[in-house]
């Protein structure tokens, strides 16, 4: 009997705690992510008008384009 009832209990107190964790680890993913994009942003506001071209993009498309907002098929430049 004894061994049923510490086994339930210790069931319970791992997955209240990975949940903590789980917790933890995505908000470090969601600022680690963050920082990547906002250095993205910054590499690319860094470049001037023609290479922003040469790529694709132009200056008020960069934090679309970063963010994965960004539509090809509507951009045209003449």
């Known amino acids: ?3 049923i ?3 339930s209990g210790r069931s319970l107190r791992p997955s209240s705690s990975s949940g903590f964790f789980a917790t933890l680890v995505n ?3 969601a600022l680690f992510d963050r920082l990547e994009h ?3 942003v910054k590499t690319l506001n860094e470049l001037d008008d023609r290479a922003l ?6 200056r008020s498309q960069i934090e ?3 963010y994965g907002q960004f539509k090809a098929e509507l ?3 003449l």
Do not use: H, K, L, P
């Not at 071209?53 to 132009?58: A, H, K, L």
């Open 53 to 58: 071209r040469d790529i694709g993009i132009n």
């Open 1 to 3: 009997m004894t061994t």
């Open 75 to 77: 951009t045209r430049y």
């Open 27 to 29: 908000a470090a993913y």
């Open 38 to 40: 906002r250095s993205a």
């Open 64 to 66: 679309d384009a970063v």
């Open 5 to 7: 009832s510490q086994t």
